[in-house]
Nanobody
């Protein structure tokens, strides 16, 4: 049974940093495309960043240059390093794994950027 668990969210001041982690169990992520999405109330979930098995990455324009996605296949964990955070980055952040054509999601972790 595949499970994804996010951690690392919290309250941070504008300009601050956070690192989110997404630990996967039930499969090895070595050949899995991983991604981060975020969602605010009454809005659709939006793509933030993605990384494929070969290491290539892609970012939403709104986070390009501030966020970095990475992966550790030994620890079966994906990360999202978020720097220069802005109030508009406030959202619930979700991790997604594309495993054999199916999407698996974590439960989400809240990130709040506020002074």
């Amino acid at each position: 049974q595949v499970q994804l668990v996010e951690s690392g969210g919290g309250l941070v001041q504008p300009g601050g940093s956070l690192r989110l982690s997404c630990t996967t169990s039930g499969t090895n992520i070595r050949s899995v495309a991983m991604a981060w999405y975020r969602q605010v109330p009454e809005k659709e979930r939006e793509f933030v960043a993605g990384i494929i098995s070969g290491g290539n990455t892609k970012y939403a324009d709104s986070v390009q240059g501030r966020f970095t996605i990475s992966r550790d296949n030994v620890k079966n964990t994906a990360y999202l390093q978020m720097n220069s955070l802005k109030p508009e980055d406030t959202a619930v952040y979700y991790c997604k794994a594309d495993i054999r054509g199916g999407d698996y999601w974590g439960q989400g972790t809240q990130v709040t950027v506020s002074s």
